[in-house]
């Protein structure tokens, strides 16, 4: 069973930063991807950022330049390093992991930018 859980999201005022990591259960090495996906009110869900080993990153063009998602293999975290970040950029914010064509998801943290 895999186990992801997201933390440190939070109110942020316009252009400010935060950084999100998921801790998972056991090693993140297995994994044939990683992600972080979001949710605005109202909205899809939707792709911000994955990682791929061996493969690199990609990123949702609204958040290219301002994202970074990296891993930790020691540590077993992810992380989305959030910069810039804008009032659209409200949304829950969610982990994801992919092992043999499993989709396994945490629970989410919320993220408001607001002044």
């Known amino acids: 069973q895999v186990q992801l859980v997201e933390s440190g999201g939070g109110l942020v005022q316009p252009g400010g930063s935060l950084r999100l990591p998921c801790a998972a259960s056991?090693?993140?090495?297995?994994?044939?991807?990683m992600g972080w996906y979001r949710q605005a009110p109202g909205k899809e869900r939707e792709l911000v950022a994955a990682i791929i080993p061996g493969t690199g990153t990609n990123y949702a063009d609204s958040v290219k330049g301002r994202f970074i998602i990296s891993r930790d293999t020691v540590k077993n975290l992810v992380y989305l390093q959030m910069s810039w970040l804008k009032p659209e950029d409200t949304a829950v914010y969610y982990c994801?992991?992919?092992?043999?064509?499993?989709?396994?998801w945490g629970k989410g943290t919320l993220v408001t930018v607001s002044s």
């Open positions: 994801k992991a992919v092992l043999t064509s499993m989709d396994y």
């Open positions: 056991g090693s993140i090495a297995r994994f044939n991807a």
